[in-house]
């Protein structure tokens, strides 16, 4: 199997600032000399207690936290930094679901619109450039339909696209989020606790589907 992302040596850590000077004191090691290999392909669980990194290594794998030290390599490439990140568009092929719904889903846009940032950012996958004659442009009808079959595939109703995060249960948004983050067709979903706010039956659901994402694109 080929290998997709490489972890060497990753530190994350936080300063801590105190006294009249506001000066760095201390760090917090959130994530101390972690490494690892994700193949391409491949299911991987990151078990360990409340506190102990799990969520800032998530962090820093898809760019959200530039690590201390270490490396990040995607196929080879470096990585590391956000900068090094965007230059790549590094992030139409790595997605994140959160673990909080509740602050991961910007309350200000409607879901038709979160679900599409990445479609705006990224374009959508698998595209077929053909005329079309109507009022609104192409590219904006195909985001339309993507969107439509994102909601399907995460079980919520066409009519949610016009609504906001605040209509919507904790289950639900966090299938909003699911939503997004398979818009772009990403090789690589870093989830965090994606369905621990899910009922029982819709867990199986989410992680049915992510299986069948996977099986479908690898
Ligand atoms: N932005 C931040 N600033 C300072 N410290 C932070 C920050 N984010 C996380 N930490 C600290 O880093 C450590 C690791 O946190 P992290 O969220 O990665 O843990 P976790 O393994 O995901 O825990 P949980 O299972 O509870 O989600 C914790 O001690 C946390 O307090
Ligand atoms: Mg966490």
Not at 79 to 93: C, E, G, P
Not at 124 to 148: H, N
Not at 164 to 188: D, K
Not at 193 to 204: H, Y
Request: a neutral charge; proline letters at 4%; aromatic letters at 8%.
């Amino acid at each position: 199997m080929s290998e997709l992302v490489r972890i060497e040596n990753l530190q994350v850590y936080y300063p801590i600032r105190s006294g009249f000077l506001n000066r760095i004191t201390d760090n917090v090691k959130a994530v101390d000399d972690v490494s690892f290999v994700i193949e391409a392909g491949k299911t991987y669980g990151l078990v360990g207690e409340s506190g102990s990194g799990k969520s800032t290594i998530g962090k820093s794998l898809v760019g959200l936290e530039d690590p201390t030290s270490g490396k990040i390599l995607f196929e080879g490439t470096e990585v590391t930094t956000i900068k090094q990140k965007k230059a790549l568009n590094y992030n139409k092929d790595v997605q994140m679901v959160f673990q909080d719904s509740q602050s991961s889903l910007n309350p200000r846009k409607t879901i038709g619109e979160i679900i599409a940032e990445p479609l705006k950012s990224f374009g959508v996958p698998g595209k077929i450039e053909a005329g079309y004659q109507g009022e609104r442009s192409f590219d904006q009808v195909l985001i339309d339909q993507r969107v439509l079959e994102l909601l399907e595939i995460v079980g919520l109703p066409a009519r949610t696209i016009t609504q906001y995060p605040f209509q919507f249960s904790g289950g639900q948004r966090q299938r909003i989020g699911v939503a997004r983050a398979l818009a772009s067709n990403p090789r690589l979903i870093v989830a965090d606790e994606p369905v621990s706010a899910l009922d029982l039956s819709v867990q199986a659901q989410v992680l049915n589907f992510m299986k069948k994402i996977q099986r479908d694109y690898g």
